[in-house]
């Protein structure tokens, strides 16, 4: 399998210090990774960044800079999140070498992939969290298990670039899967026909709407699959006007 | 296998940088290490070491200062070196994964390993390898394949935990899948209530009945989502009454 690095997109979001920036864009360029999205970075472009970016200077070039994680990965058909702390949510958590394997299939399949990297001091928030497909967790010592940033993007890295070398997992689908605009789409359709026939709890709505939206994001519809639900609920709410 | 983090001895030389002692305690701390030996650093204590070594400031306060490798490893039964660059000297050597297992093997059987790092700029001396049994190397971007001293002792002490541990998968679900009668009865109720609202076609409902049955058990949903889903069906079934 090659490394299809115009596919991985590495996310890093509200990034407070730019030389974390630099770090980032290093590590990434050691293990062959080039594309980078910087959502709300503090301060960019920056000498700092530019000094601990060592050679990767390339990477700091080309970077895009986006105000919200969804215009980050409009492009792409999964989306990691990543953490190595413990969560008051839930999410369908994999493992950083079995996610690497699984995101280098994905690429290997023409497949954009976007990896989310949160805050500095406080990681992704639930929201944001919400957005992926599934949590990367990276193993990590339970009594002190926070990496900094760029380590956290390091780690990432190499096992990407350990699973390139690995082997394939072969395509099963027939149709490709939504994208994450469509895929919110379809979540957003689902939960406002619930709501309009009364499944969902005005008062306490918060956690089934968060696992709903786990459970499409794990689901991970085809556009065959989107499409048949779409038109599922667009007949239920015409039938019901 | 447990983690011996007593006979797990990270050796870091002629560090220039004091403020990457504190990022190699941090990186050995998330990971579960503990035992540091500084040998020559240029500036220590330092409380550059202490900011950037977060909540690793115990992994400082215990390091031992050594003025020659010699005596940093003079206890360690085997000795490995680190590079991410190709050398000149051809030395015997190990991918950082498998030497993971190798040194979690050996101070299971009560042998210290030690783990040296090389200078910033520099890395390792051919005298300075030639004092180990193996080379590790850390798998990189053959055209730029330069880690920092702290990213490097990040990614072996997450193979040491890793190899310390197997690898262990993490349950995420908050309540058990449904079997699999339940999940036919979900099924068809699902089709069912789309042939009721006439989304599926009744001249040609086979292929689109097998894509449902294999969207819901690709989503192998579990009891909480499977009831809600139900809830949802029967809602809609009373409405169209």
Redesign the interface.
């Known amino acids: 399998m090659s490394l299809k690095s115009n596919l991985i997109n590495i996310v890093i979001v509200d990034t407070i210090h730019p030389g974390n920036i630099g770090s980032v864009a290093?590590?990434m360029?050691?293990?062959?990774l080039s594309k980078l999205s910087l959502v709300n970075p503090r301060v960019f472009p920056s000498d700092d960044a530019i000094a601990l970016a060592?050679?990767?200077t390339d990477v700091l070039d080309n970077a895009k800079i986006f105000d919200s994680i969804d215009e980050a990965i409009k492009d792409s058909t999964f989306v990691y999140a990543t953490s190595?702390r413990n969560r008051s949510i839930?999410?369908?958590?994999i493992?950083a070498?079995e996610a690497a394997k699984e995101i280098c299939n994905q690429a290997e399949n023409d497949k954009e992939v976007s990896i989310i990297f949160g805050k500095e001091d406080r990681g992704l928030t639930n929201d944001e969290l919400e957005l992926a497909n599934m949590?990367i967790?990276?193993?990590?010592?339970p009594e002190?298990?926070?990496?900094?940033l760029?380590?956290s993007a390091?780690?990432i890295a190499?096992e990407i670039?350990?699973a390139s070398?690995g082997e394939e997992i072969k395509e099963w689908r027939d149709y490709p899967e939504v994208n994450s605009k469509q895929l919110q789409m379809l979540i957003d359709h689902f939960i406002e026909t619930?709501v309009e026939?009364?499944?969902i709890d005005p008062d306490n709505p918060k956690k089934?709407i968060s696992?709903?939206k786990r459970?499409f994001t794990?689901?991970q519809?085809d556009e065959?699959?989107a499409s048949?639900l779409r038109?599922?609920l667009s007949?239920?709410n015409k039938?019901?006007k």
């Open positions: 290093r590590a360029k050691t293990m062959g060592g050679n990767a190595s839930q999410w369908p958590t493992n070498s949590l967790e990276i193993p990590a010592n002190y298990p926070v990496l900094n760029a380590m390091q780690i190499y670039l350990k070398h619930a026939i009364d499944v089934i696992r709903i459970m794990r689901l519809p065959m699959e048949f038109g599922f007949v239920i039938k019901l």
